[in-house]
Nanobody, 121 residues
Framework: QVHLVESGGGLVQPGGSLRLSCDAS????????MGWYLQAPGKQRELVAV???????NYADSAKGRFTISKDNGKNTVYLQMNSLKLEDTAVYYC???????????????WGQGTQVTVSS
């Protein structure tokens, strides 16, 4: 089994910064992609940013220029540095991983439990 554990959410004022972390653990052979999604109340979950095994990244338009996704391969950890936070960034942020598991064929997809980010004055 594979587990994703997020941390780093919290309450921040507009214009502030937060850094989210997601640790992937378990029977992981390799990680194809890790990313962050957000879900605001009453809305669908949507992409924030993803990073591939080669370090390539993709961002939602709302995140470009403000958020940076990065990873530590040695730790199977992905980070989301969020700067210049806005009220509309308030949401639950979920970590997602596309992995290959030890001894098992195929690709597997996992979600973390989510971490709340609240931007409020």
């Amino acid at each position: 089994q594979v587990h994703l554990v997020e941390s780093g959410g919290g309450l921040v004022q507009p214009g502030g910064s937060l850094r989210l972390s997601c640790d992937a653990s378990g029977s992981i052979s390799s990680i194809n992609l890790m990313g962050w999604y957000l879900q605001a109340p009453g809305k669908q979950r949507e992409l924030v940013a993803v990073i591939g095994s080669d370090g390539s990244t993709n961002y939602a338009d709302s995140a470009k220029g403000r958020f940076t996704i990065s990873k530590d391969n040695g730790k199977n950890t992905v980070y989301l540095q969020m700067n210049s936070l806005k009220l509309e960034d308030t949401a639950v942020y979920y970590c997602h991983a596309d992995v290959e598991r030890v001894g098992v064929r195929g690709r597997y997809f996992y979600w973390g439990q989510g971490t709340q980010v609240t931007v409020s004055s």
